[in-house]
């Protein structure tokens, strides 16, 4: 009787002390109506007025962002026709910053170029990238963070991550690549470009000279899978497909102030990167598929302005290797909640086969999140296609 009586104090306190998630999910929130499919990469929103408008886009087979209100409702179609027109390379935008639907950014692949729309998709101002770098080196830019500047974009400027071309460099693949690399860790990573179209001249800064030094061994390949996570106030944090750390760096006083290790319940974060070799550079896209396919790693990185919360998309591990590409699963994905000082407050899992990690949009309710498509609904290119989203609310 004693045991008994014991067990279900026990029993009590266990059940008392269960974690309750602090994330709920409200089905069918949004939806909204395309002729397109649209990208992860150039869709997103912007503010104005304190109200908020979602934009999507497709720069390379439709060629045109669709703007939208609050309310789902179409506002807004920004043919992109005039500014690729005669482009001979499918993939001629790289990165897309609408600042409002009469102010879009683009970032035009191989010629270095940004570029300024209005909301007919009329040039409005170019600039010539390439004048900014080493005179001896090719740099290709690279951009997946010009997202989240639309409140404080002339103020603080725009960052541009720099990746070394290898046609300056030996012609023998692995030569060619150990010097790539080791030249890489240590040349500015990052170029900071200030009031962009000022008609003055434009304020020029170039970051994290060194930064790659040190961090990995010499002639290892992965080191530079380097994606920019998220503007932050005075931070810039920084993510690695290889790495379960975010990098803070305060971009007005130049220095790695923290290095923050994102914890998952669930998956391990990172991988190893791997030798130059023949052999290697022989199986890179192999190897370099590997590491997305079946590492987990940070995806993505959300800022709730509002609340003061980071949010880090994390993909799953795949345990087994064996694999037919066309057999591949959606792996299922954490959202990982930090608070401001970066102390970590809860994690939720969600479903790969049900939502599209990383195509999800935070809102003053929460976060705006993609479910997969709808065959029923989005089966022919050229008809109107049925995009549903659901929100992800954060109640701590």
Known sequence: MKNTFCFILISIFVIG??????FRIITNEKRFILDFFPSIKFSGTFLKSDKIFYFFCDPNTAKKIAFFNDKSELIQITSLNKIIENETNPYVVRDIHVLSKDSILLLKNQQNKLVLLDGKGNLLKDIDLSQ????NLDYELSSYFIEEFSNNFYKDGIFLSCRLSPRNFSHDAVIGERERLNQHRIEPL??????????EELEVKKHLKG????????????????SFGKVISDKLLLTSILS????IYNHKKMKITDTVKVKSKYTPIGGEPYFINKENMNNASIL????????????????DKKNGYTFFLVTHKRESKEYDKRDLKPRPFSIIAYDDDF???DETILDGERYLVGFCFITKDGILIRKR???KHNNKRNEKKVFDFDLLVFDD
């Open 211 to 226: 930064f790659l030094k040190g961090r990995y061994s010499k002639n290892y390949m992965g080191e530079l899978h380097m």
């Open 244 to 247: 379960d750390s975010v990098f």
């Open 17 to 22: 002390c269960k974690h309750e998630s602090s």
């Open 132 to 135: 900014f770098y080493s005179n």
């Open 373 to 375: 498509d709808n065959p």
């Open 343 to 345: 102390n970590k407050v």
């Open 288 to 303: 370099n598929r590997e590491q997305t396919l079946f590492n987990g790693y940070i995806y993505r990185i959300l800022y």
């Open 190 to 199: 990052f170029i900071q470009f200030k009031d962009l179209f000022n008609d």
